[in-house]
């Protein structure tokens, strides 16, 4: 079968470092995507990591470790605007760009002045 | 440079009703997918097309169906509607030849009553 973990819910206050982790058990999954959806909006890609280690764009960071399938997010200098739900989600093909994400039920974070 | 735009944005539509929901995809991608996200669930996939053709299916009936034109724009067609299918429907369109990422629209909010 396949099973996404995340925490249900996440609170920090602004300026703060906050981790996100996602633990998956998924078959044939080449690497790992993470999602931003602000209350009622789209799903924003945030990051992909098709190798293991991390990746670092801005304030985002995001990490893969295949062999404990398990990954991160980490959000720095946290603002009231990073306040929103965060979704790992497996990518199933090679290129990434094809084949269904598999979303879990997100992590929800709240950010607190 | 517009995003995957999606109509109509809402609908109020009676059980056992069909409705037909539209996308289009962001300027140089090929390929659309349709995802359901019920109120504090994550997006469940529900199918996937490029060159017109269905590639990759989720666990939805039959009642769920849809169309690729020859513009990469598609259809999500739902037949029969149940209270069940009140949700925010979701389009994510992509590019098979990369760079990974998917954009998503902003979705349309169904609601059955």
């Known amino acids: 079968g396949q099973s996404l973990e995340q925490p249900s819910e996440v609170t920090a206050v602004e300026g703060a470092i906050v981790q996100i982790n996602c633990t998956y058990q998924?078959?044939?999954?080449?690497?790992l995507s993470w999602y931003q959806q602000h209350d009622g909006g789209a799903p924003t890609f945030l990051s992909y990591n098709g190798l293991d280690g991390l990746e670092e764009t801005g304030r985002f960071s995001s990490f893969l470790s295949r062999s404990d399938s398990y990954g991160y997010l980490l959000l720095q200098e946290l603002q009231m605007k990073d306040s929103a739900s965060y979704f790992c989600a497996p990518v199933p093909s090679p290129s990434g760009n094809t084949g269904k994400l598999i979303f879990g039920q997100g992590t929800t974070l709240q950010v607190k002045p | 440079d517009a995003g995957v735009t999606q109509s109509p944005t809402h609908l109020i539509k009676t059980r056992g009703q069909q409705v037909t929901l539209r996308c289009s995809p962001k300027s140089g991608h090929d390929t659309v997918s349709w995802y359901q996200q019920a109120l504090g669930q994550g997006p469940q996939f529900i199918f996937q097309?490029?060159?017109?053709?269905?590639?990759q299916r989720g666990n939805f009936p039959d009642r769920f169906s849809g169309h690729q034109f020859p513009n990469y724009s598609s259809e999500l067609n739902v037949n029969a509607l149940l209270l069940g299918d009140s949700a925010l429907y979701l389009c994510?369109?992509?590019?098979?030849?990369?760079?990974?990422?998917?954009?998503f629209g902003s979705g349309t909010r169904l609601t059955v009553v």
């Open positions: 097309y490029y060159e017109e053709e269905e590639r």
């Open positions: 998924t078959s044939g999954f080449y690497g």
């Open positions: 994510a369109s992509s590019n098979r030849e990369g760079p990974y990422g998917y954009t």
